[in-house]
């Protein structure tokens, strides 16, 4: 399948910034044999909504939706609301987000079920951190937190994207090994199979340190079909080697 390679900008944007990154990106990538998203900031939707305007190489995403369709819910963003700025994906249930927010599996769930009422492609990150690999519950936890979203869209499931993301090597320059990251991504894999026919066509990411470097040999893994890329996302001349190790 085509592999799908997704910036995660987290909370690291400007102005100024963003014009030079999209304009290299734009720049430098050609025709690349992956899909492309870059998930901003929600501030500058209407900026980078611009600066992309005129191709669909790279689309938006975001890197949060509410769990809420609409009313008093003081700073949310409703999923209705990224579509009219053209986000296509929507980062839930980011480590980042499940630890500072205190979000659950049930909540992460509802977000993913709100995007995907509205059009909008939910890539909804899994993964433990390094105690619970100590533990060994690995496979534990990631199956719990896709379980809730199985669970709560049903056969819509076919429609996702699923990011492991081993907390462990996000921001910290541990990646997981190929084979340690493929080992996670066949039990997923397997998981999903038994929720859906379509399985096979549903794209899993992986995430945490992935840079020019190791990108290759983690693509290369058979149930590895693409990244969300964090920190490597910020600089075009990293990014461009990315998508381009994405054959
Ligand atoms: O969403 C992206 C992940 O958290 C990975 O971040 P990183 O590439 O900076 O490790």
Redesign the pocket.
């Known amino acids: 399948m085509k592999k799908l390679i997704a910036g995660?900008w987290?909370m690291n944007a400007s102005l100024a910034g963003n014009e030079t990154l999209v304009n290299e990106l734009r720049a430098g990538i050609g025709a690349p044999a992956c899909d492309v998203a870059i998930c901003v900031p929600s501030p500058y939707f209407q900026q980078v909504q611009g600066l992309l305007a005129g191709q669909d190489t790279i689309v938006m995403g975001s890197q949060n939706v509410s769990s809420h369709e609409s009313g008093a819910y003081t700073g949310d963003v409703s999923a209705t609301m990224l579509k009219e700025f053209g986000i296509r994906y929507a980062?839930v249930g980011?480590?980042?987000r499940r630890l500072h927010q205190a979000e659950s599996d049930t909540h992460v769930a509802i977000k993913a079920e709100r995007a995907l009422e509205a059009g909008i492609t939910p890539i909804v990150?899994v993964g433990e951190t390094l105690r619970e690999r100590e533990e060994g519950m690995t496979e534990f936890i990631v199956k719990r937190q896709l379980a809730a979203v199985i669970h709560l869209v049903g056969h819509c499931i076919s429609e996702i994207v699923v990011?492991y993301?081993p907390v462990w090597?996000?921001?910290?320059g541990k990646t997981a090994t190929p084979e340690q990251a493929q080992e996670v991504h066949g039990v997923l894999r397997t998981q999903l199979r038994a929720a859906t026919e379509h399985a096979d066509k549903i794209r899993l990411l992986y995430?945490?340190?992935?840079n020019a470097g190791n990108a290759a040999a983690l693509l290369a893994q058979p149930d590895i079909d693409g990244g969300?890329?964090?920190?490597?996302s910020l600089k075009a001349a990293d990014f461009l080697a990315i998508i381009a190790a994405a054959q």
Not at 207 to 210: D, E, F, N
């Open positions: 995660n987290k980062i980011h480590s980042e990150c990011a993301e090597a996000i921001g910290t995430g945490g340190s992935m969300l890329i964090g920190g490597a």
